[in-house]
């Protein structure tokens, strides 16, 4: 008993105390930054998933995978259109605001990306239980959903969880491309969801189909059905991504 208290005492907290607030190293691509004067002839047909537009400039980061080929940081050294920051906090609850231009400002994106509705706080605010749904994704996001849960990220403690029937859910968590296969399965779940409910799409292959676009093995008629509460960027999506995305809807916290 005492040498558990004492190795608890020596590795102290190990999970991120200040979670909204967490440093993030400056290799990871987040937030994009656009220069619209810059000379972007080099960036044609480089994005693998149509995420880039060149007239006028900007970057959907609901197809985006984040890969740096359009990215000063990335492939594209010679060109200084395109430069991905670390900022972490990409959610929405508008689909269009996931839209960079060269106007657009991290700082005042982060502000007023989320936006955060009464009734939403009252009744999720203290707790959440979400039921995920892989459908058809490529397992990044799943891993990193996971990791929400560890001891490092710690997401239980604010009251967020994942739960293993959608009985027990106040919503679902969408990651993958939704496939043929996978669209029966994924509305079953929603409608065994009792209400009200929240959807939440995770990833760049469940905002936007990601790399998997236009393929006839894909059934997406889901998103057209019911609506979608937030938008969360990624491939795959990090944990802090994911949980500062949730708080800013539940709690209204940025």
Same mark, same amino acid.
């Given at each position: 008993m005492f040498d558990t208290l004492k190795s608890r005492i020596?590795?102290?907290?190990?999970?991120?105390?200040?979670?909204?607030?967490?440093?993030m190293r400056e290799q990871f691509r987040g937030f994009p930054q656009l220069c619209a004067q810059a000379d972007t002839?080099?960036?044609?047909?480089?994005?693998?998933?149509?995420?880039?537009?060149?007239?006028?400039?900007?970057?959907?980061? $609901?197809?985006?995978?984040?890969?740096? /080929? %359009?990215?000063?940081?990335?492939?594209?050294? @010679?060109?200084?259109?395109?430069? +991905?920051?670390?900022?972490?906090?990409?959610?929405?609850?508008?689909?269009?605001?996931?839209?960079?231009?060269?106007?657009?400002?991290?700082?005042?994106?982060?502000?007023?990306?989320?936006?955060?509705?009464?009734?939403?706080?009252?009744?999720?605010?203290?707790?959440?239980?979400?039921?995920?749904?892989?459908?058809?994704?490529?397992? $990044?996001?799943?891993?990193?959903?996971? /990791? %929400?849960?560890?001891?490092?990220?710690?997401? @239980?403690?604010?009251?967020?969880? +994942?739960?293993a029937s959608p009985r027990h859910a106040d919503g679902i968590v969408i990651t993958g491309p939704i496939s043929e296969n996978m669209a029966y399965a994924l509305e079953d779940c929603y409608k065994s969801v009792p209400d009200p409910k929240i959807v939440i799409l995770c990833g760049a292959c469940a905002i936007s189909g990601g790399v998997f676009q236009g393929s006839t093995k894909l059934n997406r008629e889901f998103l057209e059905k019911y609506p979608v509460d937030l938008y969360i960027p990624g491939c795959p999506v990090h944990p802090l991504t994911f949980i500062n995305g949730v708080l800013g809807f539940i709690k209204g916290r940025k």
């Open positions: 020596y590795q102290g907290k190990q999970y991120i105390k200040d979670i909204e607030n967490a440093p002839t080099c960036l044609e047909g480089v994005c693998p998933t149509g995420a880039l537009n060149l007239n006028p400039l900007s970057i959907d980061m $609901g197809k985006c995978t984040f890969c740096g /080929a %359009c990215g000063v940081n990335g492939g594209n050294v @010679g060109c200084e259109a395109v430069k +991905f920051t670390n900022g972490y906090k990409l959610t929405s609850t508008c689909r269009e605001k996931l839209i960079v231009t060269p106007e657009t400002n991290y700082e005042e994106y982060v502000k007023s990306a989320i936006e955060t509705k009464e009734e939403i706080v009252k009744m999720f605010g203290h707790s959440l239980k979400l039921r995920q749904v892989s459908a058809a994704g490529c397992n $990044g996001c799943e891993m990193e959903l996971n /990791a %929400c849960s560890n001891v490092n990220f710690d997401m @239980g403690r604010f009251g967020i969880d +994942f739960v």
